[in-house]
């Protein structure tokens, strides 16, 4: 029998319900218990890929293909559960659907409404199949109560608490208990009222996630019980800890997962083995040593927009046993030659992340030049390594007009493009872009095959590795031979041989660019190799320094 939990949240929006979804599925995990996580999204996109990354943080992209929400992010490395295109809805999404059922006819004429059509498309998306050996389903609902878009998706879950009873669903409300320093009190009136707006839209959460910076005083757990309806062992403290890897201990000490069993009548669960989140956090807050690493991408300002390649070089750390710093440094501050990179003096490596469009290309193209000449470790990822090429092409090989035609439609070298046929003799074809910018990605899993002997197969031990890819341009192979005969080496190609997928330079201490996203498959308790290789490269650089 599978049972579903629901996470709300209230008050304020980024109070972590994505974390607390994701720490209480490793907690189940930690019991024996099968999950699956879920993301319900109120918004009216279809998906975030055309999304600003300055609204909404990063991309996050799964096996399958699917352009999902970065909170799907946090299940993965919390769990270790690859996510699929199944686990995301948005209100978009939904819309498209009935909407393409309506013009086929499907509805027989019926009149169509928020109830019972949309709410019964979500009700779909809940209980569609979670795949083998899963126990729970959690499913985190954007937003927080009370906000209009989000409606539709409180009454479908509501009505799955009434159509599968107390024995197969319990909600869970994350919401926030403010300390107000002029007054010196905790005030729990604003969880009241957001309970009391669930509960207005007839969901009674079992048990309250209580956000605080401090411990909640017994006789304030007691006045939340009783105004929000709950057990006072239901009203979980929710503090701030040091690093997000620290949630599934805090949240088990404080029960969390133990009154989640207590309401599905659950009384033989096994003991929880927490052992490998114990070392995870011996690890994370008694490192070693520790490295700086400079960040140059171009939206440094709102850092959910590089999540994942933070905590997949969090994540090297760990593998290495070293605390890693990392400074964000926004690309186009070096777009302007005259300006100085004096800012990556004593950075002990630098990472080009992923991006789009021409603002902040140069300035990457720089970085990337201060790192080869400089002999600083240098990791570039999917537009940082196309960066890379571009630099090497046109200072090392001598292309000195080299360029992608995303930034330069008439460029004569060009090194990155949209590629419809990489060659024809020595002819180099680009097709025109289609306009559909949601419907022009090379997303998801693909293969790729390493050369033998070179660092990349070294690293990950293998000569041959699927990643996952969200990029639209491609490196054209047609310049391999002329950029091989200056001292790189395209050590990963796609296994017909025409996409390069991983270029290198033996000579220098750490200097590797990929097509693909490698920080997407990266998790606390399996480190990247890339990740962890990179900052390997970077302990040694800390000690040149």
């Given at each position: 029998m599978i049972r579903y939990i629901f996470i709300t949240g209230g008050v304020v929006s980024s109070l972590g319900k994505g974390i607390a979804s994701a720490a209480l599925g490793a907690l189940l995990q930690s019991r024996g218990y099968g999950v699956r996580l879920r993301k319900l999204d109120p918004y009216l996109n279809v998906d975030p890929g055309t999304m600003s990354p300055r609204q909404h943080g990063e991309v996050y992209v799964t096996?399958?293909?699917?352009?999902?929400?970065?909170?799907?992010?946090?299940?993965?490395?919390?769990?270790?559960?690859?996510?699929?295109?199944?686990?995301?809805?948005?209100?978009?999404?939904?819309?498209?659907?009935?909407?393409?059922?309506?013009?086929?006819?499907?509805?027989?004429?019926?009149?169509?409404?928020?109830?019972?059509?949309?709410?019964?498309?979500?009700?779909?998306?809940?209980?569609?199949?979670?795949?083998?050996?899963?126990?729970?389903?959690?499913?985190?609902?954007?937003?927080?109560?009370?906000?209009?878009?989000?409606?539709?998706?409180?009454?479908?879950?509501?009505?799955?608490?009434?159509?599968?009873?107390?024995?197969?669903?319990?909600?869970?409300?994350?919401?926030?208990?403010?300390?107000?320093?002029?007054?010196?009190?905790?005030?729990?009136?604003?969880?009241?009222?957001?309970?009391?707006?669930?509960?207005?839209?007839?969901?009674?959460?079992?048990?309250?996630?209580?956000?605080?910076?401090?411990?909640?005083?017994?006789?304030?757990?007691?006045?939340?019980?009783?105004?929000?309806?709950?057990?006072?062992?239901?009203?979980?403290?929710?503090?701030?800890?040091?690093?997000?890897?620290?949630?599934?201990?805090?949240?088990?000490?404080?029960?969390?997962?133990?009154?989640?069993?207590?309401?599905?009548?659950?009384?033989?669960?096994p003991a929880p083995d927490l052992s490998g989140w114990d070392r995870i956090a011996q690890m994370i807050h008694n490192p070693d040593g520790e490295v700086c690493?400079?960040?140059?991408?171009?939206?440094?300002?709102?850092?959910?927009?590089?999540?994942?390649?933070?905590?997949?070089?969090?994540?090297?750390?760990?593998?290495?046993?070293?605390?890693?710093?990392?400074?964000?440094?926004?690309?186009?501050?070096?777009?302007?030659?005259?300006?100085?990179?004096?800012?990556?003096?004593?950075?002990?490596?630098?990472?080009?992340?992923?991006?789009?469009?021409?603002?902040?290309a140069h300035g990457k193209i720089r970085a990337s030049r201060f790192a080869r000449e400089r002999q600083v470790p240098c990791f570039g990822i999917c537009y940082g390594m196309q960066m890379s090429v571009i630099e090497v092409a046109r200072n090392l090989a001598g292309l000195k007009d080299a360029n992608t035609t995303e930034n330069d439609r008439k460029t004569p070298h060009p090194l990155v493009g949209l590629m419809e046929e990489w060659t024809k003799g020595n002819e180099k074809v680009i097709r025109d872009e289609n306009t559909d910018k949601g419907g022009t990605m090379r997303l998801g899993a693909y293969p790729a095959r390493l050369k033998k002997g070179s660092r990349v197969a070294d690293v990950y031990g293998a000569n041959e590795i699927s990643e996952r890819h969200r990029h639209r341009y491609e490196v054209n192979a047609a310049y391999i031979p002329e950029l091989e005969k200056h001292g790189v080496v395209f050590s990963g190609l796609s296994p017909d041989g025409t996409l390069p997928e991983i270029f290198e330079i033996p000579d220098h201490p750490w200097f590797i660019g990929v097509q693909f996203h490698p920080e997407l498959k990266s998790r606390p308790f399996e480190p990247h190799p890339l990740f962890a290789s990179f900052i390997a490269a970077a302990v040694k650089q800390s000690r040149l320094v």
């Open positions: 096996d399958d293909g699917a352009e999902t929400d970065l909170d799907l992010g946090h299940y993965e490395r919390f769990t270790g559960v690859s996510a699929r295109q199944s686990d995301n809805i948005t209100t978009g999404r939904i819309y498209s659907r009935i909407i393409e059922k309506e013009r086929r006819g499907d509805y027989l004429g019926a009149t169509i409404q928020v109830i019972p059509h949309v709410t019964n498309e979500i009700k779909d998306f809940v209980l569609s199949d979670p795949g083998e050996g899963v126990d729970f389903v959690l499913c985190e609902i954007g937003g927080t109560v009370g906000d209009i878009e989000g409606l539709p998706f409180f009454e479908a879950i509501r009505q799955l608490g009434q159509e599968l009873g107390p024995e197969r669903t319990c909600f869970i409300h994350l919401t926030l208990l403010p300390y107000i320093p002029a007054a010196g009190e905790m005030k729990t009136k604003p969880t009241q009222h957001s309970v009391k707006e669930l509960r207005s839209i007839g969901i009674q959460p079992q048990i309250l996630l209580c956000r605080c910076d401090r411990p909640i005083p017994e006789n304030e757990k007691g006045k939340i019980a009783s105004f929000c309806n709950v057990r006072p062992s239901s009203v979980i403290e929710a503090r701030d800890v040091r690093h997000i890897y620290d949630v599934p201990l805090a949240y088990h000490a404080e029960g969390l997962d133990q009154e989640v069993l207590r309401h599905f009548a659950i009384n033989d669960a690493i400079g960040l140059v991408g171009k939206y440094t300002d709102v850092p959910d927009a590089y999540k994942s390649v933070a905590e997949a070089l969090s994540h090297g750390g760990v593998a290495n046993n070293v605390k890693v710093t990392v400074r964000l440094i926004n690309s186009e501050e070096f777009d302007d030659d005259s300006r100085p990179l004096d800012i990556l003096e004593g950075v002990h490596g630098i990472i080009l992340p992923g991006g789009f469009g021409e603002r902040g």
